[in-house]
């Protein structure tokens, strides 16, 4: 191997690592979701090498970097695409949530300290709106984009976005609430979200809802108290699928989702922090 293959070689170790760490510091790391974008950057580096001189890329003619990039992306995002989902049981219930949702396909959690007693920071949450994260509305156009939504922007005079508790409690809302206590918030989704679709339901309807083709999603914030002054707030999303065939539907979606999923969540850790401890 040549000095010039040998650097190649290590930078393209290098990003790959970096590449990982940035998602895991999104969410932490799963499989499907890292095939899924590993696939796309080996495709878009397929793309890259037809616009690079042969030397730069290593190759001797650009169509064996493109044809590379390509087969090895597919192989991963095909990976990605039939990988099976692995359902999971609470065993020793002890929030709200478990009680909604012991068992679950795909699942999501993150946390963080908060220097704030827990009432200052249920206090905080309560105020909270999607408004207060930026990178909410950058995502969600995105999103919109991506399922051939067109959004028109909003006049000077549009009310004021809500707090994402009371935006939950409205019943023109796609999310709906299945519990709230001092410390503990807990909500739902029902229907399709693959397709936009879904269906409000009351929370003794939700855990025994399963239509075929469809899945269910509970998630809560929960406040812990630490010590003096000091809290910490955790929120986890749980999937379920009714079927075989949604299941696999959720597993393709999830795995494109989950980094932004993440990215949105934690943002909004970040915002109850901040607006608990005054900054």
């Known amino acids: 191997m040549t000095r010039a293959h040998t650097i190649r070689a290590a930078l393209g170790v290098v990003l790959a690592v970096a590449g990982l760490a940035w998602m895991?510091?999104?969410?932490?790391?799963?499989?499907?979701?890292?095939?899924?974008?590993?696939?796309?950057?080996?495709?878009?580096?397929?793309?890259?090498?037809?616009?690079?001189?042969?030397?730069?890329?290593?190759?001797?003619?650009?169509?064996?970097?493109?044809?590379?990039?390509?087969?090895?992306?597919?192989?991963?995002?095909?990976?990605?695409?039939?990988?099976?989902?692995h359902s999971h049981t609470v065993v020793a219930p002890t929030t709200r949530l478990d009680s909604f949702m012991p068992t679950y396909d795909f699942h999501e959690r993150h946390e963080i300290a908060v220097k704030a007693p827990a009432a200052g920071v249920r206090e905080a949450f309560d105020r909270i709106s999607f408004a207060d994260i930026g990178v909410m509305q950058t995502l969600g156009k995105i999103r919109a984009i991506a399922m051939g939504e067109v959004r028109a922007p909003a006049s000077p005079g549009a009310p004021t976005v809500l707090p994402i508790v009371q935006m939950i409690q409205n019943p023109r809302s796609g999310f709906f609430p299945l519990?709230?206590?001092?410390?503990?918030f807990v909500f739902g989704l029902a229907g399709q979200p693959w397709n936009n679709s879904g269906v409000r339901l009351r929370p003794e309807q939700f855990r025994d809802w399963a239509p075929p083709g469809n899945v269910r999603i509970a998630a809560?914030?929960?406040?812990?108290?630490?010590?003096?002054?000091?809290?910490?707030?955790?929120?986890?999303?749980?999937?379920?699928?009714t079927d075989d065939a949604a299941r696999r539907k959720m597993g393709r979606y999830w795995a494109l989702i989950y980094p932004g999923s993440g990215m949105i969540r934690q943002s909004l850790l970040r915002a109850i922090r901040d607006r608990a401890e005054g900054r």
């Open 24 to 85: 895991n510091s999104l969410a932490a790391l799963q499989l499907p979701s890292v095939l899924v974008y590993s696939g796309i950057v080996l495709v878009g580096f397929g793309v890259v090498t037809l616009l690079l001189p042969p030397k730069w890329s290593g190759f001797r003619r650009r169509i064996h970097g493109l044809s590379l990039g390509m087969a090895l992306g597919a192989v991963l995002i095909a990976s990605a695409w039939f990988w099976p989902a």
């Open 179 to 184: 519990e709230d206590t001092p410390t503990e």
């Open 220 to 241: 809560n914030f929960l406040i812990e108290n630490k010590g003096t002054n000091t809290s910490r707030v955790i929120t986890e999303t749980r999937i379920v699928a």
